[in-house]
Antibody, heavy 126, light 110 residues
Framework: QVQLQESGPRLVKPSETLSLTCTVS?????????WGWIRQPPGKGLEWIGI???????YYNPSLKSRSTISVDPSQNQFSLTLSSVTAADTAVYYC???????????????????WGQGTLVTVSS | QSVLTQPPSVSAAPGQKVTISCSGS????????VSWYQQLPGTAPKLLIY???KRPSGIPDRFSASKSGTSATLGITGLQTGDEADYYC???????????FGTGTKVTVL
């Protein structure tokens, strides 16, 4: 049974860096899937943040790319998200998720997410 | 700033059918597979449909989906009170080299 669990500070000050970790159980993070982050501001829709492959290839939402970094730690079976220079607009529930690998035209990415973490609310406030 | 457009809400009586549309462009729905997610109140999204019309194990066949051109549609038949949720479409966008989600649709069972 694949399970994902987000962890990290629930409160971040404006202009600081948000850091979250997703711990994966029931599946090896090195076994060929993509691992992603999605967020949802309170009362709003889903926003795709980015994904990372087991070989550490990353794709980011262009609107967040300059502030986002996704990394993977196979030894801990974890992957992480950092988002710099946060503002109140970054307040959201952050989800981590697993996505099956799909390759086309020389690029490999994920078309959908089949397992999700329960999500963690991160509030940006002083 | 969602790239895929959905109606804000749809509703129907128990036992009836609802359809949810998802409109995109040639760089996302027009050239890539569509997925659908169900988000029950207070919970994480759950994969409902992948690769346009495939259901993961455990998803009842009351849920179906199709794609035509740059639009996709999710259908729910035999509507139940437990189907009250927000539904999102998703796809890869080849121009953005990123995934995109729809604006979301709230399904209400009258």
């Amino acid at each position: 049974q694949v399970q994902l669990q987000e962890s990290g500070p629930r409160l971040v000050k404006p202009s600081e860096t948000l850091s979250l970790t997703c711990t994966v159980s029931g599946y090896s993070i090195s076994s060929g899937y993509h691992w992603g982050w999605i967020r949802q501001p309170p009362g709003k829709g889903l926003e795709w943040i980015g994904i990372i492959s087991h070989s550490e290839t990353t794709y980011y939402n262009p609107s967040l790319k300059s502030r986002s970094t996704i990394s993977v730690d196979p030894s801990q079976n974890q992957f992480s998200l950092t988002l710099s220079s946060v503002t109140a607009a970054d307040t959201a529930v952050y989800y981590c998720a697993r996505g099956p690998r799909y390759c086309s035209g020389g690029s490999c990415y994920t078309k959908h997410f089949d397992y999700w973490g329960q999500g963690t609310l991160v509030t940006v406030s002083s | 700033q969602s790239v895929l457009t959905q109606p804000p809400s749809v509703s129907a009586a128990p036992g009836q059918k609802v359809t949810i549309s998802c409109s995109g462009s040639s760089s996302n729905i027009g050239s890539n597979h569509v997925s659908w997610y169900q988000q029950l109140p207070g919970t994480a999204p759950k994969l409902l449909i992948y690769e346009n019309n495939k259901r993961p194990s455990g998803i009842p066949d009351r849920f179906s989906a199709s794609k035509s051109g740059t639009s996709a549609t999710l259908g729910i038949t035999g509507l139940q009170t437990g189907d009250e949720a927000d539904y999102y479409c998703g796809a890869w966008d080849s121009n953005l080299s990123a995934g995109v989600f729809g604006t979301g649709t709230k399904v209400t069972v009258l």
